[in-house]
C-alpha cells in the first residue's frame, strides 16, 4: 500500500498529529538557534580581527578614551565588550597618574566581570540546542508507540489478521521516530560546534584580557610595550586567517 503524506497525516490519530507538531515547533526553534549563534560568532570573530590592531595603537599611544571609544564601536566583539567595559571601570584610576597595586586588582576584577557577561551571552540558546537533541528522539519514539498500539488495536477491531492488516499503520507510526531523529541531529551537531567554538572564544578572551593587564602593570613602571596578543592578531589580520 502506498501512501502520500497527506494520507499519512490524514491517517495518524490526533495525538499523533500533536506529537507531529512538536517536533516541527522543535526543529524551527533549534534550527533558527543555531543559524542566529553562528551569526554571532562569525560577526564576533571578523569585528575581533580588525579591533586587535587598532586597539593595540590607542594603547601604546596612552591614549584610553579613544581606545575605548574603538571597543564601544565594535559591539560585536567579544574582545572588544570584554577590554572595552574593563578599561572604561578603571580609566579614572589610570588617569590619575598614581596606579597602585590594588588599581590593578581592580583591573582583575573589571575583566572577569566583564568575561563572566560575555560567556553568559556566548552561551545563550546552547540549553535550546541540547534539550532539542536529547528529547526529539523520544518524543518521536512515544509517536511511535502510540502508532504501533493503534495500529493493533485496529487490527483487532477489524478481526483480521497477519502483517498486512497492521503493516500500514506500523509505517506510520514510525515515520514519527524518523521525524524525532531528523530534528535531533542537527541540534547536536549545532550544540557541539558551538560548545568548542565557545571554548576557542573563551581562551581568546582570557589570553588577551591578561596581555591587557601585563601591559598596565608594565606601564606603571614606565615600561610600556607592545602586548604579544595585538602581534598575533595583525599577523591573523594580514593573512585573513580565521582567529582559532
Known amino acids: 500500500m502506498n501512501l502520500n503524506f497527506a ?28 543559524m542566529s549563534k553562528v551569526w554571532q560568532l562569525r560577526k ?7 579591533f586587535a590592531p587598532e586597539f593595540s595603537q590607542f594603547l601604546e599611544e596612552d591614549n584610553l578614551g579613544e581606545a575605548i571609544k574603538l571597543a564601544e564601536s565594535y559591539k560585536k566583539s567579544h574582545v572588544a565588550r570584554v577590554l572595552g567595559g574593563a578599561l572604561a571601570e ?10 597602585t597595586v590594588a588599581d590593578i586588582n581592580t583591573a582583575e576584577r573589571a575583566v ?34 502510540f502508532g504501533i ?7 483487532a477491531k477489524s478481526g483480521s489478521g497477519g502483517i498486512t492488516a497492521i503493516a500500514a499503520g506500523i509505517a506510520e507510526a514510525l515515520i514519527a521516530t524518523g521525524f524525532g531523529l531528523i530534528v535531533a541531529i542537527p541540534a547536536v551537531w549545532f550544540y557541539n560546534y558551538f560548545t ?25 613602571s614606565g615600561e610600556f610595550g607592545r602586548s604579544r596578543f595585538t602581534r598575533e592578531f595583525n599577523t591573523q589580520a594580514q593573512s585573513g586567517g580565521p582567529l582559532t
Open 196 to 220: 568548542t567554538k565557545i571554548d576557542n572564544l573563551s581562551a581568546e578572551m582570557t589570553y588577551t584580557s591578561k596581555e591587557m593587564i601585563d601591559y598596565l602593570i608594565k606601564g606603571v
Open 112 to 145: 572577569e566581570r566583564e568575561m563572566l557577561m560575555e560567556m553568559v551571552s556566548l552561551k545563550r540558546g546552547l540549553a535550546v540546542l541540547a534539550t532539542v537533541g536529547s528529547t526529539a528522539p523520544f518524543v518521536g519514539l512515544l509517536g511511535t508507540v
Open 44 to 50: 564576533a570573530q571578523s569585528e575581533t580581527i580588525k
Open 90 to 99: 578603571v580609566k579614572p584610576l589610570i588617569m590619575d597618574g598614581s596606579v
Open 7 to 34: 494520507e499519512i497525516w490524514a491517517a495518524t490519530p490526533m495525538f499523533g498529529k500533536f506529537l507531529w507538531a512538536v517536533l516541527a515547533f522543535m526543529s524551527v526553534w533549534s534550527l533558527s538557534v543555531g
Open 149 to 155: 498500539i493503534n495500529a493493533f488495536e485496529g487490527m
